[in-house]
């Protein structure tokens, strides 16, 4: 992409950062009259019927064997230049553009309708008391839940990105609690102290391979795919999910410290810890989670192994019907 896009990227970011910081919409723990149940009074997509996140219930997945591994590129170079690190009011957003940067960060392949470059991450979580994932497995609530925003590469803006469907994916990666801590968290981690009150910024002190982030490549394999939504206003339904099996592991002391570091904005006076920023699930509606390839055997996988080996023998059978000639 020559400097022309990379100069329209910068000019969006902070569209999105604004929009986002002004807007009215709120999560219950901060104000229940502007909680998820009211967002779709300020935009009515957000009451449409391809919001996100969704429960997974592990025993209606529908096995797509086309769902292979998704080539990750530029995962694994910490790019020149600096990220800055947001408290944007309603999470910690890490921003991937770097102006120095001549490589996009990717993603392709692994059934994606195209190839998707990084804008973005940020997190979800809970409060000392509960977990605060968005997607939920079998009715589970996880600790956390990490979100990396990309964006179709055939699209110039997020604007023109959110007028189609394939306009954004997001890899969704769920938290689990463990002994140790993982000091690949240690920058962001550290960094969040910095971004105490809504509208802080920093800029980290060193970019770094985006793949340390992540659970092991080898279970990369195993995700959930489906058709969604933005998980805040305006909820554009523009996002195809993939939703990882593998959660990533961090310490309760590192959990700990995106729940009371970070703060909403102030009411008034009143400072509020940024606790439970998660939208509950949506309904599926007629939509399916798919499982990939590689996800873990479980209910869903006994419906998928029937379809892969059902399909090469329907095939012999309708060819033997309408082709006996064959
Ligand atoms: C929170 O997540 C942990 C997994 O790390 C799980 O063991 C626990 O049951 C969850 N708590 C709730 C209330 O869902
Ligand atoms: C971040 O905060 C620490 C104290 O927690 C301070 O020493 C450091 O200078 C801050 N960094 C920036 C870039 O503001
Ligand atoms: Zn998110």
Redesign the pocket.
Known sequence: MGPTGLGITFLTLPLVVRAAAGGQWCYDSQDPQCGPSHWKELKATCGGNKQSPVNIDRRRLQRDSGLGDILFEGYDQAPPGKWRLTNNGHTVMLSLVSELASEHITISGGGLPGRYRALQLHFHWGSPAGNGSEHTLDGHQLPMELHIVHMNVKYRTLAEAKGHPNGLAVLGFFFQVSETPNTNYNTIVVGL??VSHAGDS??LASTFRLSTLLPRAGRLSGYYRYQGSLTTPDCSEVVVWTVFEEPVEISREQLQAFVSTLHFPPDGSTLLKMINNFRPPQPLHSRKVFASRGATASGGSLHGGHHELLSPLLLLVLLRLFSPVL
Do not use: A, F, G
């Open positions: 102290r910095n920093v800029d």
